[in-house]
């Protein structure tokens, strides 16, 4: 980060029992401004999960697949 006070909070909602949407925040304390803002989809594969990401400031788009945390 480029920032070195923060607050960091999130959102999460399940639409079933495979799929899930979060939004992450990142609020920067020294400049008094939301610093990041993420969205995130996980699809689960029972023991896979398949991670489709956006990062708003950025305006990128990422995709991963990893084991599912136990």
Not at 9 to 14: I, L, T
Not at 38 to 55: E, F, I, N, P, S
């Amino acid at each position: 980060d480029d920032y070195s006070k923060k607050i960091e909070s999130g959102f999460s909602y399940r639409f079933d029992d495979k799929n899930r949407v979060v939004v992450g925040v990142g609020y920067d304390l020294d400049q008094s401004e939301i610093h990041d803002v993420d969205y995130y989809w996980y699809h689960d594969m029972h023991c896979a999960q398949l991670v489709l990401r956006y990062k708003s400031r950025q305006n990128t788009w990422g995709i991963r697949w990893q084991f599912t945390p136990w």
